[in-house]
């Protein structure tokens, strides 16, 4: 029975358009971030468990991949005497990386004294989630994050805000939008239900799922778990639309019906700051303050925030403050605020919408074979083109001058370039533009620059 050549449900190849695509996105958001002095870094695949468990809620853990111990530890583990049952954590000590918070994390409790006061990193790396896969969601997927650690001022999150709008704006994306909130305004609206905060996390899971399930179904599951109604209706005004998302306005209304809350007052003093120094930058008029916004990672404790698009179900990107995380790793509190960017489903959206300008990643010239004892011209005419800045392929054997014209067609190469005994002996090399059929007898030196100077190529 032959193998399967597909890869992994829920992971691709991607072939070269693909990878074109993939890479102009990449470039644009590293020149973005660069610009605003954030800095590169990578962090290994595999991380410990013990660096990735309890970190991103009861949901999360679950979907984390785990790495099975090697060879004889295993082995041992499986023929143990006594058939005692194995638990989970029996297995494997590693696992996949989740995401790249966490590990930025550990990197900066591991070499604090080596980095600047204010740690500006961004990071495009692979993660991977044991999750079911779907449309835009995959197991194996690309997070392009950017951070900054060390300052709790609200001035990190416009920064961080403003280059993930300009980023979008690059990227020719329209109706961009930036929804906020706070945790502790969540935590005021959960003690305003009655619900008390050992059980908060637990109605923050449910609210997350805002997008997904509709009002409704949000409220169906808080009464699945165990939620009076009590709480359900006071809840149900936040999640239908009636206090929802806006600008300052909204923040008014929420300190009117929440009240003098410790919580609710540091959560609306918070976003009231980073709507007003939004002022002038990329972000402005972007900002929308939506109550209920929920994200189900437990680590965040201060702002929280989504790039929406109009007419696009789901975020682009998201994010928020994590002062406590690094804490977890360092033994006492740094601030920390962050964003990663959906690169898979940002290249989907891309595609679907036709706005990826057609390019072709083809080299400019085809070198055409006349026979095995010219191969060794044809390379040399090859290396004198790169040599000069062109992208240059050769045909590796000999065949039908027809046959090499077809390849170079089929490859969306422009320019067939014909170098025979007689063009080796005059110095000179022909050159034979596909589209046209137009050909040109060109001085062997300086021939890349005589070549563009048709404008048939880039």
């Not at 790396?125 to 650690?149: H, K, L, M, S, T």
């Amino acid at each position: 029975m032959p193998v399967s050549t597909k890869p992994p449900t829920g992971t691709r190849d991607f072939l070269p358009e693909a990878m074109a695509h993939r890479r102009e996105v990449i470039r644009v958001i590293e020149e973005v971030y660069q610009r605003y002095g954030f800095e590169p870094l990578e962090t290994p695949a595999i991380e410990n468990l013990s660096t990735l468990l309890g970190k991103y809620g009861e949901e999360g853990d679950q979907l984390i991949f785990r790495l099975l111990h090697r060879g004889d530890k295993l082995g041992r583990l499986l023929t143990r005497e006594g058939g005692e049952p194995l638990a989970e954590k029996d297995l494997g000590d590693l696992g996949l990386r989740y995401d790249l918070t966490v590990p930025l994390a550990r990197v900066v409790a591991e070499y604090q004294a080596q980095l600047p006061r204010f740690f500006r990193r961004y990071q495009i790396q692979p993660v991977w989630r044991a999750d079911r896969p779907g449309r835009g969601r995959f197991r194996e997927f690309y997070q392009c994050d950017v951070d900054i650690v060390g300052s709790a001022s609200m001035a990190v999150e416009v920064e961080l805000l403003s280059a993930v709008c300009e980023v979008f704006d690059r990227l020719g994306f329209e109706n961009v939008r930036v929804r906020i909130n706070h945790r502790e305004l969540l935590k005021a609206l959960v003690l305003s239900a009655g619900i008390s905060l050992v059980r908060e996390s637990e109605a923050l899971v449910a609210l997350d799922k805002l997008d997904k399930l509709g009002a409704e179904g949000v409220l169906a599951e808080l009464v699945e778990r165990g939620f009076g109604s009590d709480s359900t209706e006071a809840l149900k005004p936040f999640l239908d639309g009636e206090i929802r998302s806006g600008g300052a306005e909204v923040l008014e209304r929420l300190a009117t019906r929440l009240g003098e809350d410790v919580h609710a007052s540091k959560g609306i003093g918070d976003l009231r700051q980073i709507l007003e120094l939004s002022a002038g930058t990329p972000a402005a008029g972007r900002l929308v303050v939506d109550p209920v916004l929920a994200r189900g990672l437990s680590y965040y404790t201060g702002p929280i925030f989504e790039v929406t698009v109009a007419d696009l179900s789901g975020s682009l990107a998201g994010g928020g403050r994590y002062d406590e995380l690094v804490g977890m790793f360092l033994g006492k509190t740094l601030p920390a605020c962050g964003i990663a960017l959906g690169l898979e489903r940002i290249l989907v959206v891309m595609s679907d919408r036709g706005m990826f300008a057609s390019s072709s990643n083809s080299p400019e010239a085809l070198v055409t074979c006349f026979g095995e004892e010219m191969l060794s011209d044809g390379l040399s005419l090859a290396s004198e083109l790169r040599a000069q800045g062109m992208k240059v392929e050769t045909y590796p054997e000999p065949a039908k001058l027809g046959k090499q014209l077809k390849y170079a067609s089929d490859r969306s190469i422009p320019m067939a370039l014909i170098l025979g005994p007689a063009e080796i002996e005059r110095g000179v090399v022909l050159c034979k533009e596909l589209a046209t059929g137009v050909q040109h007898q060109l001085p062997r030196p300086g021939l890349a620059a005589a070549i563009r100077s048709l404008g048939r190529v880039p």
